[in-house]
């Protein structure tokens, strides 16, 4: 067999993308260290990056992503960079008011003379919220982060700023609202994360629940209906409550286990029931009347 047959790659990528990156190339017989310092680099192995992915590393501007020699390319950046640091590398930028080189990603404000940013399009909500691309998630933490980018980006502080700068603080505002939102509650994130492994839930696409969960959920729908006594709501609300909390829990797990078919058909579950509590909430508020 052919010495080149014989190639073995490993590669460790620090967790702080600013690190220093180190590929270690393994062959038969030699040990190879490459260390990125220029902005174009050809990488001399079995892996090929992805540029999108992987533009604002330190000393990168693009990578290529075409085979060397005879190595054809096996491996994509996914495999080797965790799914958070994917979701927020991007160009490496410039301040636009000094020009001093910025490295944070996403960026809100220029760490040399601390005015405020242009939003980065490419951000995720995760990203943005500075939480691991997960569906489990401290929600404290996020509402944390979601006050604290607030006070900071709220256009009222820059209501004495030139044009650009208010106009930029009402867009990163209005981003950090989205996020959080659609972070806050399970089924807007699961949703969202289905969106970015390209599985939304489009209509018109025949994929859904089975027959038998769909009368389940009528025969709920006409109890909830028919029901006049507010203790009947509640006990409604609080079975959906336990269901939706059970299929929080098995999203999760298929998350974690890389199973999206199976979490979006979750996701289309947990979409009925949080329907159905809704119309809980409004019966028992017209019950209030």
Known sequence: MPALNMLRCSCTFYQNVYSTVMLKVFTKRTCQKILPTSSSVVLNGAFTFNSKYVMGIRGFS???????????????ISHLIPSRTLSTVSELKSCWKCGSAIQLVPVFFCPACKVIQAPDEHATHFAIMDCDKSFSLDTQKLQQRYLYLQR?????????????????????SALVNKAYRTLLKPLSRGLYML??????????????????FLLEIMEINERLAETQVKEDANNIGIS????????????????????????????IQMKYFANIQEKVKEKLSEMLV
Request: glycine fraction near 10%; charge should be negative; hydrophobic fraction near 25%.
């Open 152 to 172: 900071s980006l709220h256009p009222d502080n820059f209501s004495q700023k030139p044009q650009k700068e208010q106009e930029y603080s009402e867009i990163q």
């Open 195 to 212: 969106e970015l492994e390209g599985m939304g839930l489009e209509e018109g696409t025949g994929i859904g629940p089975d027959s038998e």
């Open 240 to 267: 959906i409550q336990g269901r939706l909390q059970d299929l929080t829990e098995k999203i999760n797990s298929s998350f974690q286990k890389g199973d999206t078919q199976s979490a979006k058909m979750l996701i």
């Open 62 to 76: 693009t990578i290529t992503s075409k085979p060397v020699g005879c190595f054809k390319a096996s491996k994509t």
